[in-house]
């Protein structure tokens, strides 16, 4: 069934460090067109983090250029999000989703293209 669940927030000072984890069910990991990362803090908008799509190209918000980096495990059906150098304006909820479709491409940046979203691990950046 399609499924992402992410782990892996919690509480760092600035410039610290901290590594996210989206486990997907195969039935997702196999299907999928894109998978990204994504931030919502209190009072945003969802913004797009990170994109990959199935052939492993991957896109960064401009913001998180050389600080984020995404990985994948095909072995673990997992995705990764490392982040560095973490900043105040880092601070929110982090969503892992998988565009399955029922379109025939990668959504990219749409984030109404995702039809299957974790619930989202809590990332807070002190300074």
């Known amino acids: 069934q399609a499924q992402v669940a992410e782990s892996g927030g919690g509480s760092v000072e600035t410039g610290g460090s901290l590594t996210l984890s989206c486990v997907a069910s195969?039935?997702?990991?196999?299907?999928?067109?894109?998978m990204g990362w994504f931030r919502q803090a209190p009072g945003k908008e969802l913004e797009g983090v990170a994109i990959?799509?199935?052939?492993?190209?991957?896109d960064y918000q401009d913001s998180v250029k050389g600080r984020f980096t995404v990985s994948r495990d095909n072995a673990k059906n997992t995705l990764y999000l490392q982040m560095n150098d973490l900043k105040p304006e880092d601070t929110a909820n982090y969503l892992c989703?998988?565009?399955?479709?029922?379109?025939?491409?990668?959504?990219?940046?749409?984030?109404?293209?995702?039809?299957?979203w974790g619930q989202g691990t809590q990332v807070t950046v002190s300074s």
């Open positions: 989703a998988a565009d399955t479709g029922p379109g025939g491409y990668c959504e990219h940046w749409r984030t109404t293209g995702y039809s299957t």
């Open positions: 195969e039935y997702t990991y196999s299907r999928y067109y894109c």
């Open positions: 990959v799509d199935s052939d492993g190209r991957i």
